[in-house]
């Protein structure tokens, strides 16, 4: 994400400065919206609902945003509160329970594939096909806003390896290796949501 939050931000933030508000809503607002539309059954207006009352919860409790333990990333943070707006609002809905079983037992899968993210990644030619875009989609939704960014960049706007360098101020070398993970973040996620959906189903 494209902006510091530090220490700095959070004591310009919660002095109510302008600028660091308009910080926060620019970088979060439509990777929030990915991560939230399929939990939400794809229900637009609901999940435009969420990330509002998601976006003013986060104000209200900045002080309990921590920089230095979260490493300057607020999204983890801003998603955690996303899943308790997204909880109350799916719970006013009784046929949405089923939904709120799933994403809540897919929460805990997510966490485990990003603190392993073993396996070989997918090929570059899945995020190009037609029968699994939806699935895709989803995917890129939950993962990490740096890691859909990169697969973004490369698969969709068709950057060269040394174009992202560039862009991100690494060695080629290095972007390599984050276009990597990324891509192995993406075909567990893939296969997770693929496992569950098809359990859902049946």
Not at 8 to 29: F, H, N, S, T
Not at 93 to 103: G, I, M, P, Y
Not at 122 to 131: D, M, N, S, W
């Amino acid at each position: 994400m494209g902006y510091p939050f530090d220490d700095a931000w959070r004591r310009a933030a919660l002095r109510g400065e302008e600028a660091a508000v308009k910080d926060l809503a620019q970088a979060v607002l439509q990777p929030l919206f990915s991560f939230c539309l399929y939990r939400v059954g794809r229900n637009q207006h609901l999940c435009e609902e969420v990330v509002q009352e998601t976006l003013l919860r986060a104000l209200r409790e900045l002080r309990h945003y921590e920089p230095a333990r979260a490493q300057n990333n607020i999204f983890p943070w801003i998603t955690g509160l996303a899943r308790n707006e997204i909880q109350r609002a799916l719970g006013r809905e009784k046929s949405a329970l089923s939904l709120q079983a799933l994403w809540a037992k897919m929460d805990n899968e997510l966490l485990a594939i990003y603190a392993k993210l073993e396996q070989e990644p997918f090929g570059t030619e899945l995020l190009q096909r037609e029968e699994t875009r939806d699935l895709v989609n989803a995917t890129m939704s939950q993962l990490p806003p740096h890691y859909r960014e990169a697969l973004e960049a490369k698969y969709v706007t068709g950057k060269s390896v040394r174009d992202l360098a560039a862009a991100w101020s690494l060695t080629e070398k290095a972007a390599e290796s984050q276009l990597t993970r990324a891509r192995k973040a993406f075909r567990a996620v893939f296969l997770a949501l693929s496992r569950n959906l098809e359990l859902e189903m049946v």
